[in-house]
């Protein structure tokens, strides 16, 4: 009997090492992943440590509460390693629905860059619907560079961005009359046909945020009044991306000494049709100095493509006015997408046809300048933010300010060189070349509009000798010199 106890219990000894032995082998391995993830997240705290103590941080972003302890190592959408850092948040209240995400993307061997992301909704919002990470998620994000401050923001609707805005940190002194409304902000991605604010005005968005307020500012520097984040809308989003796509790293950012990787070649999507790819082709090959220098930005000095396209008729998809081109960032990605209408371009005359796709290319060139990280320094980008801010952020009134000048020149050229014939026939009615004035009233095609401060500067003898002038262009011809 004493045999058979001796040899069970030696049986439950050897069963007892090896499972001891199997969770031990288990533990090691997991532990061996743990090591390899801090690792990760170590090295992206280092190089983070130094990013912060080079000057000081946007002033309401300043001496954030990192917790590093609940850090999660992985990789966005778009496959690059990420570090995800949770922010304590300093609340006014701790009932708001709001929470800060630090983003440490690793876009090289030695090569980082940080963005904060602000996550907002609030308790209209169905309760499964709260959750950033729950795949439904509505509410605003809003991006921030800690140095800099804000860098892009989205309204999510079932987490499918559905329109892109602005978020301004505004004292209570500078709000408008109500005193609860945010001021208002005029759009940035999208042009309608209408300046590029779309139709859009901020205030209340039922199930959303009550009067456009997203939190109050709680600061630890010097202020004046109570500080509050407002959003405003800046245009609609046609097929937006997701929570995922929003957060991977394109878009903006600080990056680490070594800068940021070098993107892959980029380039213009040509997925025209008939006419209107024909006088694309030729601005493409045949475009003076001010063209070719516009399309170079989206031929392998830029972060953005851009995709231009032929449809029958193109809308406004606030007033569904028609228009003759159509263009629009979702905010997220690389991808700045153009619509040309194939209606108005074959009913125009070419060089019409030509100046509205040289009219669309110059919102992408403006859109561009809007968020580019690579050439954010550059003279041209800093001047035309300047300008922009200075015309009220109106894509039209920048455009009448900065560029009618050199599209002019650019159709004077055009016209000269590739319709000679048509040049021809207008010696031969009018007596002379066509003047500059004739080029200048055609360049202020699409930017005649009550709205635009850029036109409404001018006296009124300048608008109604541009008006008139402007009537030349349908004498041009409507043919073009390519088999359609």
Known sequence: ????????????????????????????????????????????????????????????????????????????????????????????????????????????????????????????????????????????????????????????????????????????????????????????????????????????????????????????????????EYYGPRGPVIGGGTTGGYTSPNGGGASSGGGITAPTPQKIIDALTGKAKCLNALLNQNGNSFVQKLLSKFAGNSEFDIQISSQDKVYNPITNAELNGLTFYSGTGKLIDIKISTSRIDAFASLEGARIILHEYIHADMVRKLNTVIDINSIDVKDFKQVFEKYEKNFHSAMGALYVESMRDALKEFHKNIFPEDYQNYINYYGVPPSDEVYEALAWGGLQEKNVKAWQELTDAQKASITNLGKRVTQFTKSVPCAQ
């Open 1 to 228: 009997m004493s045999k058979k106890i001796t040899k069970l219990s030696f049986s439950l000894l050897i069963l007892f090492v090896a499972i001891l032995f199997v969770k031990c082998t288990q533990d090691e391995r997991a532990d061996n992943n743990d090591v390899a993830q801090s690792a990760n997240i170590v090295d992206a705290k280092k190089w983070f440590a130094e990013y912060e103590s080079n000057g000081e941080n946007y002033s309401h972003l300043q001496n954030l509460d990192y917790q590093w302890d609940k850090a999660k190592d992985t990789r966005s959408d778009d496959g690059t390693k990420t570090i995800i850092v949770p922010v304590n948040e300093v609340k006014s209240d701790p009932r708001d629905f709001w929470e800060q995400r630090l983003y440490i993307y690793k876009t090289g061997k030695e090569d980082y860059k940080a963005l904060l992301y602000e996550i907002y909704t609030n308790k209209y919002v169905a309760r499964k619907n709260q959750s950033f990470d729950g795949g439904s998620f509505t509410g605003f994000v809003s991006v921030w560079d800690l140095k800099t401050g804000f860098v892009r923001a989205a309204k999510f609707e079932n987490n499918k961005v559905v329109e892109t805005g602005v978020v301004e940190v505004i004292d209570i002194s500078q709000r408008n009359s109500t005193n609860r409304a945010p001021i208002e902000a005029p759009c940035i991605y999208a042009d309608f046909g209408d300046g590029g604010c779309g139709g859009k005005s901020a205030g209340d968005s039922a199930g959303t945020v009550n009067g456009g307020g997203l939190r109050d500012v709680v600061i630890t520097v010097p202020g004046k009044g109570s500080p509050v």
